[in-house]
C-alpha cells in the first residue's frame, strides 16, 4: 500500500536527479506525482527538463528577496498553491530556513555524492566533495539520501549505497561512478516515504519492513 507522494522540486542545476525520479515515476517504481519544479538558477538544466514534460516549473529569483527567510517564504508559497506535500532537494544549493524546515518536518529529502557523515557541510558540493574523498585516500565512496534539517548534510540518513574508489580515479569518474548510483537510489528512498515506511527516532531514520511487490 503507498500513497502518491505530491512532490515539490528544488533544483539548481542539470537535473539528472529530478530526471531519474521522473522515469521512476513513469516506471511505476516510484509512487509520486511532481507538482512543481522550483529553480534558483534561471539557467538550470532542470527547468528545461520540467518544461519537456509539461511539469510546472517557477524559476525564483534570489536577486528579489532581502534575506534567505524571505526567499524560502516565497518557495512555500508556491508549494502551497499547487499542494505539495513532500519536497525533494536534487542539486539544491541553498540552505534551507528553519521557517521552512518546520514547516515540512520530515518531508524534505537531499541526496549527497558521498558517504555522511564524511564529507559534507557547507562547501562540500559538486567536485569539492569528489576531490576530498580522493584527497584522503577513501577506498570506498558512495551516496546518501537524508532528511534535512537546518544544517548542511545533517538530517537522519535514510539511504546509502557504496560505490569502490579506484586508483586511477579522476573526481569526475568517481563523480560519474557515484552518480549511476545516485539516479537508483533517491527514487528508492522517495518510495519507502510512499509506502509510510519511515520512521524517525533522534538522530535515526528507521526503515519498516516493507510487503514483497509483485
Ligand atoms: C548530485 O551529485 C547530488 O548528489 C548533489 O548535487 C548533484 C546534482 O546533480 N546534491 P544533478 O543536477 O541532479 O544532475
Known amino acids: 500500500m503507498s500513497t502518491t507522494l505530491q512532490l515539490g522540486v528544488l533544483a539548481s542545476g542539470r537535473g539528472s536527479n529530478f530526471a531519474a525520479i521522473l522515469d521512476a515515476i513513469s516506471q511505476n517504481k516510484l509512487d509520486a506525482k511532481v507538482k512543481v519544479l522550483i529553480s534558483n538558477k534561471q539557467k538550470a538544466g532542470a527547468l528545461e527538463i520540467a518544461a519537456k514534460h509539461n511539469i510546472p516549473a517557477v524559476f525564483v529569483s534570489q536577486k528579489k528577496?532581502?534575506?534567505?527567510?524571505?526567499?524560502?517564504g516565497e518557495v512555500s508559497r508556491t508549494f502551497e498553491e499547487y499542494e505539495v506535500d513532500f519536497v525533494v532537494l536534487a542539486g539544491y544549493l541553498r540552505l534551507l530556513s528553519q521557517k521552512f524546515v518546520r514547516r515540512y518536518k520530515n518531508r524534505i529529502l537531499n541526496i549527497h555524492p558521498?558517504?555522511?557523515?564524511?564529507?559534507?557541510g557547507q562547501g562540500m558540493y559538486g567536485h569539492h566533495v569528489q576531490e576530498a574523498v580522493l584527497g584522503r585516500g577513501c577506498k570506498v565512496s558512495g551516496v546518501t539520501v537524508h532528511l534535512v534539517d537546518e544544517l548542511f548534510d545533517h538530517g537522519p540518513i535514510v539511504k546509502q549505497r557504496c560505490v569502490p574508489v579506484l586508483e586511477t580515479d579522476?573526481?569526475?569518474?568517481?563523480?560519474?561512478?557515484?552518480?549511476?548510483?545516485?539516479?537508483?537510489?533517491?527514487?528508492?528512498?522517495?518510495?519507502?516515504?510512499?509506502?509510510?515506511?519511515?520512521e524517525i527516532e533522534n538522530h535515526r531514520a528507521i526503515i519498516l519492513p516493507g510487503k514483497e511487490r509483485n
Open 65 to 72: 528577496f532581502s534575506d534567505p527567510a524571505s526567499f524560502d
Open 170 to 198: 579522476s573526481a569526475d569518474s568517481l563523480a560519474a561512478r557515484v552518480l549511476v548510483q545516485e539516479h537508483q537510489v533517491f527514487a528508492e528512498a522517495l518510495q519507502l516515504f510512499a509506502e509510510n515506511r519511515v
Open 114 to 120: 558521498a558517504l555522511l557523515p564524511s564529507f559534507g
